[in-house]
């Protein structure tokens, strides 16, 4: 791809919002970008020019995209690591590289290699029985324990709360390979977010709180309220070190579980951009799209220093509405200050289609402020989210959800 | 254009660095964007899937690019008004309209309207020979006076400082519409951004000292260092009442001129994002582009309040260095704060390829930073702007030039 600045092009191989938002931050850098879309009208394909519609698990396919470009980034981590390591091989840098994807795709990889560096995670033990998991079980506090598949899911799931060991009998019959873990008793969950460049500079954003419902990113408070500034340093510090020992390059999300007990112990990994840190488009510094190219680029990073005492992200989840437009003229005359990020997508339940970002001073006044926009766009009052109702020092674990599908 | 969140289209005329940035803030309110483009490459080319490249000047290809939109913007005031009348008249709302562009296109209607409205100009008067100026110089202070073509330019200038009649020979044998104006003692030049809507909410943002060079805008500091509030106030009620009086949709940008004795005048009009806009898109909670596209789409105005207490923004002009890209690792490096915002433009001398913003408290301290970043884009050292030198209260207006060109 020609760049009239000389810059080298980027292939992004995946059509979604995290590639969509990648392309917004490339405009300013002046960086071209060749995308790999699952279909021509997908979220990211909306506004490149320079898109190739195909499918990933293609290797000529990716030849094509990469073609002409320098570095190869991704929009989630489904791309076969064979594919990857042909395309390093054959000159186009694969960043994050497959050796560092690994532990994004593979659970039980993953869960090996940090307790390996000491990283606290979960108990946990790879399980492919009922036996085996009564072992798992009986080793603990007893059930019930989470059952995880490694790779992927198993009929459209990957995480099952278990009471015994005959609740995963159906998955132990599929013969997909499973990893037990402990059910952390966890106050909230935590994110730490890294970028790390080639050259191995790394920047780490304040370590934010999200929420999670049914398994999906609700909503997330950057700085974490009422964090320990030892904790903070400790969960910011484990980040930097997971991406040099895993070799990340680009953005590292660490999902964390602060527990009960004021334990951090890591959740899940990512490795591209992170619905916990959509709050850095308007509340820090850098986004955390532009510090994830200027990582894969190996470009010096810049500063993830948040803007604001307090920045709010809540989530846009497909509702009732079906025409998010018209939900423009009550939101932004409401609230002149909310900045607002949609995706291109269209509404069906429970999708991701945007996000809306507030930052200041008051956190009650921006969470009521964010939530009643994201209703809004939803198609639903937000009677049930008065801040008031609520005290951030003492949530109630019940409320949340565990095993955030990330992204 | 198809939406998936049944958003109007929007289409943009030119595709310079203005429609290339109000594309970049489409991409969060999820507006599709058709462009119509000088060339396959341009700025806006770069990064728009739905693009015609076509002549501006011509209706059947405005007619293609209107298709299927709702409303017409721009990048540019070139677009022959009766043009715009037509594609009013077959339902296509162009924004601003041709009623109010008129008054950036024509320096004489600008002039003549802004004095029936009493809104503070330089003293002029329409000239057409040698007598006519020798007039006009002796009802004021004498020569040096200032002669403009009203529209467009003359041999590829459109301003002359001249010191007699003579001088000015050249311009009226050619025989174009000409005003002369007195030579204003200024002490700087500000800039009053107003966004407006067709159901005529205005939002004003606060007013900047900008600083031209060869008539080119060189940097611009928000707000302006010391200026006084009732000044302001005058400067921001001035641009409301203009965009008002005029019925301008979009942004409008008043050039001013301080005098030497304390009063606000008025230079240019410009009915589109400005260049001494730039700094909004980091130091503003609404940048003017997203202002922009939110009043002609006539949504709720975005807050036009600053973020920081100055933001300071400097042009990239092209310079001795080819590769703009390979300047990125020592300007990133350096200030990992610096917003760059890269036009996707081969470098031409003194042509404008990008800009930089920084933000924060010490405004000597950001002055540095962003002259520094700029002169290294541009191959050059910057001993010359060391901040330093320089004492802000009491600016050499030998130092500036006149009649910018805006943009």
Redesign the interface.
């Known amino acids: 791809m ?7 092009a980027l292939a992004i191989v995946g059509g979604g919002q995290l590639a ?2 990648m ?2 931050a490339a ?4 960086v ?1 970008v060749h995308l790999l879309a699952e279909g021509p ?1 997908v979220s990211a ?5 320079a ?1 190739t519609v195909g499918d990933y698990r293609d290797l000529a396919t990716l030849r094509g995209v990469a073609e002409g470009c320098a570095v190869v980034t991704f929009d989630h981590e489904h791309v076969p690591p064979e594919h990857l390591r042909a395309l390093d091989a054959e000159g186009h840098a694969c960043r994050p590289g497959p050796h560092a994807l690994l532990f994004a795709q593979d659970k039980r990889e993953m869960r090996e290699r940090l307790t390996a560096l000491g990283v606290p995670c979960p108990r946990w033990a790879p399980v492919s029985d009922a036996a085996g998991l009564d072992r798992f079980a009986a080793d603990g506090d007893g059930y019930p324990v989470v059952v995880k598949t490694t790779r992927g899911g198993y009929d459209g799931k990957g995480v099952w709360v278990v009471e015994d060991a005959g609740a995963a009998a159906e998955v132990f019959a599929a013969g997909v390979p499973l990893i037990a873990e402990e059910l952390v008793d966890f106050r909230r969950e935590l994110s730490a977010l890294a970028a790390r460049s080639p050259s191995g500079q790394v ?1 780490t954003y304040p370590v934010v709180e999200s929420k999670q419902e049914n398994g999906i990113c609700r909503e997330v408070i950057a700085p974490a309220p009422g964090l320990d500034p030892e904790r903070a340093a400790e969960a910011e510090m484990l980040a930097m070190r997971v991406a040099a020992e895993l070799d990340v390059v680009g953005i590292l999300a660490v999902e964390l579980f602060e527990t009960a007990d004021g334990r951090i112990l890591v959740n899940e990994l990512a490795m591209r951009p992170h619905n916990t840190g959509h709050w850095t488009m308007d509340g820090a ?2 986004s955390q799209f532009e510090n994830h190219l ?1 990582a894969v680029l190996d ?5 993830p ?1 948040a ?1 604001a005492r307090w920045t709010v992200m809540v989530n846009i989840l497909g509702g009732e509405v ?5 939900a ?2 009550h939101v ?2 409401r609230d ?11 509404v069906k339940p429970g999708r991701k ?2 996000h809306v970002n507030v930052y200041g001073d008051d956190l009650d006044d921006l969470l009521a402020r964010a939530r009643h926009a994201a209703a809004w766009f939803e198609g639903r009052l937000d009677d049930d989210v008065d801040p008031d109702d609520e005290d951030r020092d003492d949530v109630d674990p019940d409320e949340w959800d565990r095993g955030s599908t990330g992204e």
């Open positions: 020609q760049s009239p600045i000389d810059s080298p969509r938002m392309e917004q405009v300013s850098l002046a071209p009208d394909a909306q506004v490149n020019p898109t920047a510094e850098t200027r470009l010096p990073l810049g500063s220093r803007r079906g025409h998010l437009y018209d423009y003229p932004m005359a002149p200050g909310l900045k607002v990020h949609l995706y291109g997508k269209a289609v945007g």
